[in-house]
């Protein structure tokens, strides 16, 4: 009676994790370091936006996006990427996890050339992506994104005959859990791919606002460099990394006109519109710079405390955006497992993150630590693991 294409889906990886650590006492005073729950401080005028705006709780509030939200959205792109993009072409999310799997159920068809089509996922991955494809019927395609090959997908290797069953082609840059950030060479490489094979990019760029040096490139700046259709295009974002605002639930799709005006089709049955004093808030916070950078040099800061503290240990490369590291070691799970029940810190196997395919998982012989807590809470908890893991 339920759906067969969900029969043998894999537990979630926070399940795994409490199933794998909480039967055990931790061996220290408790540091979770496994969710990307950012905790540097949000803008300090958030609650007086809310407070100024908590009767707009007593409506409904506009599926699509408030005008002026959309506009700053908009205003963004154009400052971040040099692209102009019309409204026309957004629409808000109530997260972009929605997105994400709602790209999928909107734009990918069931079928391609009478086959059975194949959706492209980076493999470790965010989990979301592999319930879009399963959702259409879409067979999941997943692709090792290892250090041989900078922990960016490969999709142009692959046969021409799985290829022209493509339809859609997730990739996530910065990368979650690798950290690595896609070249203007890489986005060249996979638009010509999706334009010869005819298939849809969905480029989740939830990290780029944090970063080593140089802002990454995003897709959209090389798409209109080289004259790409813009309904091959698809990206997603978010104000929780950005601005330390996971719960506020806002993001955005950005797409071609087409693909957007179906994606808004679909959410206007099915999508839950974030509540208007939120997308006031979401208003002001696209529209202000100053606390991105705050935080980003925040998290500089820590990139730099890691490296330090890393300095020497075999495989270690830190990321050039996000904010986790991919630690290497010889089995995840079991380190997992060690550093809570030795040291109290918890951390996610890599393994959970990935899906076995060949009789290898390629997050197996990583942990991916999260660099969300206080920088000197983390200097010391960084310092026991490596002292523990790295002996």
């Known amino acids: 009676m339920f759906p067969e294409r969900f029969s043998n889906l894999p537990a979630y990886a926070f399940p795994r994790l409490r199933a794998l650590l909480d039967s055990h006492v931790p061996g220290g005073p408790v540091v979770n370091m496994t969710i990307g729950e950012p905790k540097h401080p949000f803008p300090s005028w958030v609650g007086d936006v809310l407070a100024a705006n908590v009767d707009g709780f007593a409506k409904y509030p506009p599926n699509d996006g408030t005008p002026e939200l959309l506009q700053n959205i908009s205003d963004w792109i154009a400052r971040r990427y040099d692209v102009s993009v019309g409204v026309d072409r957004i629409m808000v999310l109530n997260g972009s996890r929605e997105g994400l799997y709602n790209a999928a159920m909107a734009l990918l068809p069931e079928q391609k050339a009478g086959k059975r089509p194949v959706v492209l996922i980076p493999n470790p991955f965010y989990q979301v992506y592999m319930i879009g494809a399963i959702s259409v019927g879409a067979e999941p395609k997943f692709v090792s994104a290892t250090a041989e090959n900078g922990f960016m997908p490969d999709y142009a290797s692959l046969p021409a005959d799985l290829l022209d069953r493509v339809t859609g082609a997730y990739i996530c ?128 800061e820590k990139f730099a405390v890691a490296d330090r503290i890393f300095d020497g240990v075999p495989g270690y490369q830190g990321p050039e955006g996000g904010f986790f590291l991919w630690l290497p070691v010889e089995d995840g ?11 109290g810190i918890r951390v996610l196997p890599g393994a959970y993150l990935a899906r076995e395919v060949d009789g290898e998982n390629p997050g197996k012989p990583y942990i991916r630590v999260a660099l969300v807590t206080p920088k000197d809470e983390m200097a010391k908890a960084l310092t026991t693991l490596r002292d523990h893991l790295y002996k």
């Open 173 to 300: 840059s910065p990368a979650n859990p690798q950290g690595a950030v896609a070249s203007r060479a890489y986005w060249k490489t996979l638009l010509a791919l999706a334009e010869k094979h005819d298939f849809t990019v969905f480029s989740d760029e939830c990290y780029s606002e944090i970063y080593r040096n140089e802002p990454p490139v995003g897709i959209l700046e090389v798409a209109q460099e080289i004259g790409a259709d813009p309904e091959r295009v698809v990206i997603f974002q978010s104000l929780s990394k950005r601005s330390n605002l996971p719960g506020l639930r806002s993001g955005f799709i950005a797409a071609g006109p087409e693909s957007a005006k179906r994606i808004r089709q679909l959410r206007a049955y099915s999508g839950a519109p974030l509540p208007l004093p939120l997308q006031k808030v979401a208003e002001r916070v696209w529209a202000d710079e100053e606390h991105v950078v705050e935080n980003r040099a925040l998290y500089q």
């Open 333 to 343: 799970e079991a380190a997992a497992l060690d550093l809570w029940t030795q040291t």
